[in-house]
């Protein structure tokens, strides 16, 4: 059976973008700070948390690799250009008896795990106190992936008769 995870990015910037002005906007002693807190989905600082989210799949889908199904060839050519990419997308092989209830569990952990990291990323140059903060949600997050994936159905038996 396979699962495709499939995040977009724009769902993912739309939080980041949030959680970061919540943060900022209780920031009232440093305009100048908060407007930096702030600023995070902003033209130019969107760079920096495009390479978050890149790094923060990357080690996603290499945490998951006994799930994951993705054919090698011969040559590999790989580079850290700087894409965007609409979605974030892996596909899990998972067996029969994995609980498909815990595909959309996966999707969403998965999801804040990305947004976790890209804000710790984001406020160990802005806020520093919240960094490690993020930090550990976002561990928290990669603990539950985890955790769903090793979750299976049983078999239901029935008894024979009830006589």
Do not use: C
């Not at 600023?39 to 290499?62: A, I, M, P, Q």
């Amino acid at each position: 059976m396979e699962i495709t995870v499939r995040l977009k990015r724009s769902e993912l910037l739309y939080d980041i973008g949030n959680i970061a002005f919540i943060t900022g906007d209780i920031m009232l002693q440093d305009v100048k700070l908060q407007s930096a807190v702030q600023d995070v989905v902003n033209d130019g600082n969107v760079d920096k948390v495009t390479r978050s989210l890149s790094s923060s799949f990357n080690e996603l889908v290499s945490s998951l690799t006994a799930y994951t199904k993705k054919e090698l060839v011969e040559n590999i050519v790989v580079s850290d250009d700087l894409t965007a990419p609409e979605n974030y997308e892996m596909i899990l092989v998972v067996p029969d008896t994995f609980s498909s209830l815990n595909a959309n569990s996966v999707v969403t952990a998965a999801h804040d795990y990305m947004v976790n990291m890209a804000l710790s990323d984001w406020f160990s140059i802005t806020k520093k106190d919240e960094a490690q903060l993020y930090i550990d949600k976002a561990m928290n997050e990669l603990s539950k992936i985890n955790s769903y994936m090793i979750k299976r159905t049983r078999r239901t038996r029935r008894k024979g008769s009830p006589f």
